[in-house]
């Protein structure tokens, strides 16, 4: 998993609740990436970074935020989860062109 | 807006069959095609990827075509293998930019 841990890596929580997921890498590599899997979606980029402090929006980024202090960890957060934010959840980096992702993230919001 | 289009959605083969995925791409500034394998319980993991100043490219039993004119490009994996069961992502990119947009996969399951 190229150095990517991701935490927690199952979680359980309420309509309403604010989640936080973290991503950690050990190699200070610049770009880090938050993905959601669906099924019929395929991967969608929810938001991504390109530094500490540098973040952007991906094309599903309505529900979320993120911030990166550090160069090693990149976080997201579901302010107020709702079912449809039911999803996996990965993180990635990426070396030259190359995108390498996470062990993934289970998330069930009720 | 869905930039690249991934068929079949599920596909079922033999051991030894040869599965084609196909995937179609709209925006022509794309010039990075890498495919995906993911198993059950893991992230995605880059499987070969092609840049479209070739027409084919082979690593292993997996061989990328692809067709500039068309806007399309394709998965064949030779002499499949039940160990090749997964679910595989075809992606596009624009150099530089560092997103990649992916297809919404194609679940291949290989009998034996």
């Known amino acids: 998993d190229a150095g990517i841990t991701q935490s927690p890596r199952h979680k359980v929580t309420e309509t309403g609740t604010p989640v936080t997921l973290r991503c950690h890498q050990t190699?200070?590599?610049?770009?880090m990436y938050w993905y959601r899997q669906d099924p019929g979606h395929g991967l969608r980029l929810i938001h991504y970074s390109y530094g500490v402090k540098d973040t952007d929006k991906g094309e599903v980024s309505d529900g979320y935020s993120v911030s990166r202090s550090k160069t090693e960890d990149f976080l997201l957060t579901l302010e107020s989860a709702t079912s449809s934010q039911t999803s996996v959840y990965f993180c990635?980096?990426?070396?030259?062109?190359?995108?390498?992702f996470g062990p993934g993230t289970r998330l069930l919001v009720l | 807006q869905q930039q690249v289009k991934q068929s079949p959605q599920s596909l079922i083969v033999q051991k030894g069959g040869i599965p084609i995925i196909n995937c179609a791409y709209e925006n022509t500034a794309f010039d990075y095609f890498p495919w995906y394998q993911q198993f059950p319980g893991k992230g995605p993991a880059l499987l070969i990827a092609?840049?479209?100043?070739?027409s084919e490219k082979k690593e292993g039993r997996f061989t990328i075509s692809f067709n500039k004119s068309a806007k399309q490009f394709s998965l064949h994996i030779m002499d499949s293998q039940p160990g090749d069961s997964a679910t595989y992502f075809c992606a596009a990119s624009v150099t530089g930019f560092q997103k990649l947009v992916f297809g919404t996969g194609t679940r291949l399951l290989v009998s034996p």
């Open positions: 092609i840049r479209p100043d070739v």
């Open positions: 190699e200070n590599h610049r770009y």
């Open positions: 990635a980096i990426s070396v030259g062109e190359t995108q390498y």
